[in-house]
């Protein structure tokens, strides 16, 4: 259905972007992981060109702590912690309870000082770092 909708005369690559972007959100919290990665190396870029990562980046943390990879999901975390901070605005609801689950997911699993350590280190990579790290395997 979305490919067939970005062919559409009213598709724009934002909003198949932020489509996509919803669709993986969903995937994430029903717990199709594979599903969701594919959707995610999707639109990451698009994203990325609008500035708007730091949007959905809650819902890519959440799918790595709930694959295991708890390193690149506190990574993740770190970096979107410090870029809303320095936005100064409130995450969306959805994006909240993102956030909240793969942070109860890291603290089920790693030590306070190792995810203290990885949140830190988030913080400080690029956006394209991040987007990198968003879509490995």
């Given at each position: 259905?979305?490919?067939?909708?970005?062919k559409?005369a009213?598709?724009?690559?934002?909003?198949?972007?932020?489509?996509?972007a919803n669709?993986?959100?969903?995937l994430?919290?029903?717990?199709?992981?594979?599903e969701?990665?594919?959707v995610g190396?999707d639109?990451?870029?698009r994203?990325?060109?609008?500035?708007a990562t730091?949007i959905?980046?809650d819902?890519f943390?959440?799918?790595?702590?709930?694959?295991?990879?708890?390193d690149?999901?506190a990574?993740l975390?770190?970096?979107?912690d410090e870029?809303v901070?320095r936005k100064a605005?409130?995450?969306?609801?959805?994006?909240?309870?993102?956030?909240?689950?793969?942070k109860?997911?890291l603290?089920?699993?790693?030590s306070?000082?190792?995810i203290t350590?990885?949140?830190?280190?988030g913080?400080t990579l690029?956006?394209?770092?991040?987007?990198?790290?968003?879509?490995e395997?």
């Open positions: 259905a979305l490919a067939q909708s970005s559409s009213f598709a724009t690559r934002n909003n198949v972007g932020l489509a996509l669709l993986h959100g969903i994430v919290e029903r717990g199709d992981l594979a969701a990665a594919v190396c639109f990451i870029g994203l990325h060109d609008l500035g730091w959905v980046l819902h943390a959440l799918r790595y702590a709930k694959s295991g990879r708890y690149i999901a990574k975390t770190g970096w979107n870029t901070r605005v409130p995450r969306q609801l959805n994006e909240q309870r993102a956030h909240e689950s793969a109860a997911i603290r089920a699993h790693l306070g000082a190792e350590q990885l949140l830190a280190q913080a690029s956006e394209d770092d991040i987007c990198r790290l968003s879509i395997d």
